[in-house]
């Protein structure tokens, strides 16, 4: 970055593709903190995060929605949220143990950048154990990408064990 002469400011000059989008931090005498002259903060795995969107960015998840979400008066229906569980990080973690160690109450999981090493791994020996194929599962990661290789791992499983289950 370059500063500034006699001012307290910095700027940096970056080209980017007109339809990507970008989460960021600044670091800062060590500490990593969101910039404060953004607006748009996303939270991610370690925190908020500033995000940079630019004009021609179009998420796959407006696609997905535009698809799959009844528009009218009530976007969502009674009885779809009841057999649902949706969980971002550790919540992922808790809608995958949930639906299986609970068989019937859900029949759709989205599992979104899941944590799945917490006492060693026990969720995938719980997955292994049990079946309940009418469950559909789905699993994504976020854009840090740390979670990749263990949801990989997931959903290797979960289809082993004759679940429906998509990884985006």
């Known amino acids: 970055m370059i500063k500034l002469p006699n001012m307290d400011l910095w700027y940096i000059t970056k080209v980017f593709p007109e339809n990507s989008r970008f989460d960021y931090k600044y670091v800062i005498d060590g500490n990593w903190i969101t910039d404060p002259l953004n607006k748009n903060v996303t939270a991610g795995g370690a925190g908020n995060n500033s995000t940079l969107i630019m004009p021609k960015y179009k998420s796959e998840y407006d696609e997905i929605i535009a698809a799959n979400v009844p528009r009218g008066r009530h976007v969502i229906r009674t009885g779809w949220i009841r057999l649902s569980y949706i969980g971002v990080s550790w919540g992922s973690l808790t809608s995958i143990y949930l639906a299986v160690c609970a068989p019937g109450q859900f029949s759709r999981v989205l599992s979104q950048s899941g944590p799945f090493w917490p006492k060693n791994w026990l969720i995938f020996d719980l997955v292994g154990e049990t079946v ?21 791992a997931m959903v290797n499983i979960l289809t082993a064990k004759g679940y429906k289950a998509d990884y985006l």
């Open 132 to 152: 309940t194929p009418q469950i559909k599962f789905c699993l994504q990661t976020g854009t840090i990408q740390d979670t990749e290789e263990i949801n990989d």
